[in-house]
């Protein structure tokens, strides 16, 4: 693979991504009280961002005019998205997103969605995860990580705590 792929996201304290129902009312709420997160410092060393349909369809919730994306190489897996979005190329696979990616010569990318990040992972694809917790417990969703066929073993790189209580860990993953 010739790109580097990171993970940046926020969990419940108890691992969740979003709810079951994929509301982030508990994520959302807190923006301003953590002041400064370090997404912007992230996303200017991205070109491209790969999602799943559920990450890309919450996207379009911000309207034209808010496209959350703007200025970056939007890759979205989905085996049954139809769309004619110019902004998005669609891939239906792992392999073809990876081969798509490569091919475009993409330096870096930024991988999001919860099905996608776990995808990524599983295939050994993944090099490095920002994870900020969030200090709420939402007791159910959509976790973070699910199954896997053997452990995954990560390097702490750093560990920050961020206003109103977010904990902001990152880890590069460790290859074989």
């Not at 709810?19 to 400064?36: F, K, N, P, V, Y």
């Not at 996608?116 to 159910?140: C, H, K, N, Q």
């Not at 109103?164 to 460790?174: D, F, I, P, R």
């Amino acid at each position: 693979m010739g790109f580097k792929s990171c993970v940046f996201i926020g969990v419940s304290v108890d691992g969740f991504i979003a709810r079951l129902d994929g509301d982030l009312q508990w994520l959302i709420s807190r923006g301003e009280a953590t002041g400064e997160y370090g997404y912007d410092d992230f996303i200017a060393d991205i070109d491209t961002i790969v999602m799943g349909r559920g990450t890309y369809e919450a996207g379009l919730g911000f309207g034209e005019e808010n496209w959350p994306y703007t200025g970056l190489n939007v890759a979205v897996l989905s085996t049954g998205l139809e769309t004619d979005d110019p902004r998005i190329t669609i891939y239906r696979s792992l392999d073809e997103v990876v081969e798509g990616l490569n091919a475009r010569g993409v330096k870096s990318a930024y991988i999001d969605g919860g099905q996608v990040i776990r995808s990524f992972l599983r295939a050994g694809l993944i090099d490095e995860m920002t994870i900020s917790a969030v200090p709420v417990l939402i007791g159910t969703g959509i976790p973070l990580f699910g199954p896997l066929e053997a452990d995954i073993s990560l390097r702490h790189l750093s560990t920050r705590t961020l206003k109103a209580g977010m904990v902001q860990t990152k880890y590069a993953v460790e290859r074989g």
